[in-house]
Nanobody, 114 residues
Framework: QVQLVESGGGSVQSGGSLRLSCAAS????????MAWYRQAPGKQRELVAR???????NYADSVKGRFTISRDNAKKTVYLQMNSLKPEDTAVYYC????????WGQGTQVTVSS
């Protein structure tokens, strides 16, 4: 079964850190762009960070310098290290693969309290 499964979400105080993981199964992994998106209540889903097969990365301006995306092709896993978290980072975070027409994970909740 082709799927992406996220983990690592939770609740943290402002200034804290979390690391999200997204494990892929049933698919080739190393040839696709992988990304993290997020959606806050009442807002559109937005791109947070993306990593290409050759490890080039891009970040939303709002997370530059605080978040780091990385991938482990041997484990078919993409990570999002989130430091210096702010209340405005509160959202459901989704993993995305550019495989075929696009593949989404189920999402994991991140809540940052002030």
């Amino acid at each position: 079964q082709v799927q992406l499964v996220e983990s690592g979400g939770g609740s943290v105080q402002s200034g804290g850190s979390l690391r999200l993981s997204c494990a892929a199964s049933g698919m080739l992994f190393n040839i696709y762009v992988m990304a993290w998106y997020r959606q806050a209540p009442g807002k559109q889903r937005e791109l947070v960070a993306r990593v290409t097969p050759d490890d080039s990365t891009n970040y939303a301006d709002s997370v530059k310098g605080r978040f780091t995306i990385s991938r482990d092709n041997a484990k078919k896993t993409v990570y999002l290290q989130m430091n210096s978290l702010k209340p405005e980072d509160t959202a459901v975070y989704y993993c995305y693969s550019a495989r075929s027409s696009g593949l989404w994970g189920q999402g994991t909740q991140v809540t940052v309290s002030s």
